[in-house]
């Protein structure tokens, strides 16, 4: 029963959450504020569908969110791009009320799983010269995103499907994933796409 349970799927609101800094020139540690907090999309695509499913690891690990993406074209050429998903878990303060206690910055970010699974593309020096990793919903190397199946980039030429599964282990305190995020590069490097969607609750 527990399983059935588990395996439902998600029902997801995009919504942009976060205003997250991004990366201040390529391979460089430093923050910015060059990611607007709203979406971005292309002219050239679109993404036609996003689908989102909980189910249980078939190994026992823990519990995996899937994401498939179907892209369409608006091009009359086909377009070379990186994409990549990443799923997290993260609390945010409700209100600036002083009443409030402020949620530690070590808990902020409870999950956190890239696809492609290299989370030293995410990882960048905390801006308060403390010496300490930040992550980041900006990849340090946009040219990642690469297609596994040949090693290349993605290829969109009338539609294209993406497939991608994010892990949350079993552990202490244990939590899903309550949020997504869609990354989108053309073959420069550049930012076609960006969007951030909440997990808000299931389908039984």
Request: with cysteine.
């Amino acid at each position: 029963m527990l399983k059935k349970i588990l395996a439902a799927a998600f029902i997801i609101l995009p919504v942009a959450l976060f205003a997250q800094d991004a990366p201040e020139g390529k391979g460089k540690t430093a923050l910015s504020t060059a990611i607007p907090s709203q979406a971005q999309y292309s002219e050239k695509f679109v993404v036609e569908h996003c689908y989102f499913n909980r189910r249980i690891d078939p190994g026992g690990k823990g519990e995996l969110l899937e994401i498939e993406l179907i892209l369409k074209s608006r091009w009359n050429d086909p377009l070379e791009m990186y994409i990549f998903t990443i799923a997290s878990f993260e609390k945010v303060e409700k209100t600036k009320s002083s009443f409030e206690m402020p949620i530690p910055e070590r808990e902020r970010i409870r999950n956190f799983v890239p696809y492609p699974d290299d989370i030293k593309n995410y990882e960048y020096e905390n801006p308060d010269g403390r010496g300490k990793m930040v992550l980041v919903k900006f990849p340090k190397n946009p040219k990642a995103g690469v297609d596994p199946a040949t090693g290349k980039p993605y290829t969109l030429k009338d539609r294209l499907v993406v497939r991608a599964k994010h892990l949350s282990p079993y552990r202490n305190d244990y939590v899903f994933f309550n949020n997504a995020t869609i990354l989108i590069f053309d073959g420069e490097g550049k930012a076609m796409f960006r969007k951030l969607y909440e997990i808000k609750g299931k389908r039984r």
